[in-house]
Nanobody
Framework: QVQLVESGGGSVQAGGSLKLSCTIS????????MAWFHQAPGNEREGLAA???????TYAGSVKGRFTISKDNAKKPLYLQMNGLRPEDTGMYYC?????????????????????WGQGTHVTVSS
């Protein structure tokens, strides 16, 4: 059974930084496509960044240059370093994983494309 658990959320002032973590267990596939999604209050979940098992990354335009996704290897946690946070970054952050997505921009993917999800961690950015 695949389990994803996010941590690292909290409250920060605009311009500040946070680093989110996502640990994964029970994942036995040889390849992965792992992503971070953001859901602002009243909005749909949207993809922010993703990393594949070959190390390639993709970012949504709204976070490019501010956020960095990383994962050292298949057994290590997934991270999202968030710098220059803005009030509109407030909301729930979810990590997601799927073994059958390859070479696709995160902006082209929908939440329904992912098989595995964490429960989320909340971020509040105050102005």
């Amino acid at each position: 059974q695949v389990q994803l658990v996010e941590s690292g959320g909290g409250s920060v002032q605009a311009g500040g930084s946070l680093k989110l973590s996502c640990t994964i267990s029970g994942y036995t596939y040889d390849t992965y496509y792992m992503a971070w999604f953001h859901q602002a209050p009243g909005n749909e979940r949207e993809g922010l960044a993703a990393i594949e098992s070959d190390g390639s990354t993709t970012y949504a335009g709204s976070v490019k240059g501010r956020f960095t996704i990383s994962k050292d290897n298949a057994k290590k946690p997934l991270y999202l370093q968030m710098n220059g946070l803005r009030p509109e970054d407030t909301g729930m952050y979810y990590c997601a994983a799927d073994p059958f997505i390859f070479g696709t921009s995160i902006e082209a993917l929908r939440p329904s494309d992912f098989n595995y999800w964490g429960q989320g961690t909340h971020v509040t950015v105050s102005s």
